[in-house]
């Protein structure tokens, strides 16, 4: 049965740069919703649109039959899932559970087991677009888990994302999105070189952009992140430290399979060579810092 604002009260844990905009969008379509973050002040916003405060996860859990978490990493993950005080041991039979972090295949698969084990649905729902994309409501939303499950929480997906597609069994979505975060992590050098060169050559990049945005070098970093570069913003619509976490489980991902992946070996290598110099927490595009 496909969750409805009548019979569903959600749950989101991790209000950041993007989660902020995905509970804000439930909230306008009418769903009951009840957040949960380390830091009270980033949920402020939501609060003052009718969301309700919750004190500890559990309390979360208890209380909502939908939960979506969007937090930072995977020891965090594991933490708010599997901890004594975690959402599988506080929560209802029937509760479904989306985790739209970027995080390790092999955790997605062990909390759908376990969730499945409690008459529980866990599905892996990782997200990709950017703040941008959380903001405008049509983000990239790849899934691992079961048909049914997937089907009775897409309602929900579609309030925050556009592209929604089931990959396949638990863990599913967790590797499509390292299959993004490769393109990405050679495509953010090949964006940053060009618009190097750009500046090298003489040219006005602005205008390079216009010429090559919409050929075959076309991509949405060239179009949404070299603007920035340009301009100098280099606030995050997603961390350094959080890219550098999604290649380095991509790298460990592709060596149990015995896969090479030198580009993105190279780019995680520029990455923290940008992060040691302070620019954890600055936007992917602050890249472009090395090449200037």
Not at 24 to 45: C, F, I, M
Not at 140 to 153: K, L, Q, S
Request: with cysteine; glycine share 10%.
């Amino acid at each position: 049965m496909a969750v409805t604002v009548k019979n569903t009260v959600v749950g989101f844990v991790g209000i950041g740069v993007m989660g902020k905009s995905m509970a804000g969008h439930l909230l306008k379509a009418g769903y009951p919703v009840r957040v949960y973050n380390r830091t009270k002040a980033k949920a402020e916003d939501l609060l003052k649109q009718g969301a309700v405060w919750e004190e500890t996860i559990a309390g979360l859990a208890a209380n909502c039959n939908v939960i979506i978490t969007m937090i930072g990493y995977p020891k965090d993950v594991e933490i708010v899932y599997l901890g004594d005080d975690g959402l599988l041991k506080n929560a209802s039979q029937g509760t479904y559970f989306l985790d739209m972090t970027t995080s390790s295949p092999e955790l997605a698969i062990r909390i759908y087991r376990e969730a499945k084990a409690k008459n529980m649905q866990a599905l892996d729902a990782p997200v990709s677009g950017g703040d941008i994309g959380a903001k405008e409501a049509r983000l990239a939303i790849m899934v691992g888990g079961e048909p049914g499950a997937f089907a009775a929480v897409r309602p929900i997906l579609e309030l925050m994302g556009k592209n929604i597609v089931l990959q396949g069994a638990a863990g599913a979505g967790q590797h499509t999105k390292m299959c993004n975060q490769i393109a990405i992590a050679s495509n953010m050098m090949g964006v940053c070189e060009a618009m190097a060169y750009a500046k090298k050559a003489g040219l006005n990049p602005s205008l390079v952009l216009q010429s090559i945005e919409t050929g075959a070098a076309g991509s949405w970093s060239l179009s949404n992140l070299a603007p920035r570069m340009l301009a100098g913003n280099f606030e995050p619509g997603f961390y350094v430290k959080h890219f550098i976490k999604d290649m380095k489980i991509a790298i460990e991902s592709a060596q149990q399979m015995g896969l090479d992946t030198p580009g993105l070996q190279q780019a995680i290598k520029l990455y923290e060579q940008l992060a040691s110099q302070g620019e954890e927490d600055s936007g992917t595009q602050a890249l472009f810092k090395l090449y200037q």
